[in-house]
């Protein structure tokens, strides 16, 4: 697991390597819900992930050991991409975050955003950002005023992450907070957040497990 702390203010990195996948959610439960504790002054900003490890983790932060521990009033749950697909799909990283946390835990339902998946696009991807704005209080990103407490991320074959992949034109992009894309190599129209609102964030977090991503 990779533990990148790459905030406005602060461009520090490190790495945690720990034996497998379910010692990596674990580590991460024990982590987020530390940091979710101490954020004072406002809501704990996340945005969440799909993939397996991260799947481990939301069962893990849904389990007696953390369901009366983590701050869920005080948490505001966002994404950092999704599949054009309904919620239903097995295919939405919404459905497997709902299924094996969100379902189980007091979390109240106005504090969960999940990415809208119908009509066009690129208008979704306009309203979510809209989301975000009236969430963080600005339209504009401000220096030492992440968006986000956290961004969980994840790492494909290819380096992609999130739903940035490569040769696609939301690599380039510096203003909007959220973009979709149609990647050439992988199923899907998605919906992601850009550079820029991955960027304003006090920590970014890679979970990696497998020996497949270490080339990646």
Not at 30 to 39: G, I, V
Not at 195 to 205: L, N
Not at 208 to 213: N, P, S, V
Request: charged share 20%; proline share 9%; net charge negative.
């Amino acid at each position: 697991m990779h533990d990148m702390t790459v905030g406005h203010d602060v461009k520090t990195g490190r790495m945690v390597v720990l034996p497998d996948a379910e010692a990596i959610a674990r580590h991460m439960a024990k982590w987020l819900t530390e940091q979710a504790l101490a954020k004072t002054g406002g809501p704990f900003m996340i945005a969440l992930s799909g993939g397996s490890t991260p799947k481990r983790l939301y069962q893990i932060l849904a389990s007696d050991a953390y369901r009366d521990r983590f701050p869920w009033a005080n948490t505001q749950f966002f994404f950092g991409d999704e599949r054009f697909v309904p919620d239903s799909d097995p295919a939405s990283n919404y459905n497997m975050v709902e299924t094996e946390m969100l379902a189980h835990v007091p979390v109240p339902p106005a504090n969960v955003h999940p990415m809208p998946t119908s009509g066009d696009p690129a208008q979704a991807a306009a309203t979510y950002q809209a989301e975000l704005e009236r969430v963080y209080g600005s339209r504009v990103l401000e220096p030492g005023r992440p968006l986000f407490d956290v961004v969980m991320l994840g790492l494909g074959d290819n380096g992609h992450t999130a739903s940035l992949f490569p040769r696609q034109p939301v690599l380039k992009e510096r203003t909007l907070w959220v973009s979709s894309c149609v990647p050439d190599d992988a199923p899907h129209t998605r919906l992601t957040l850009t550079y820029p609102a991955i960027h304003s964030s006090r920590h970014v977090v890679f979970m990696l497990a497998g020996a497949g991503k270490r080339e990646a």
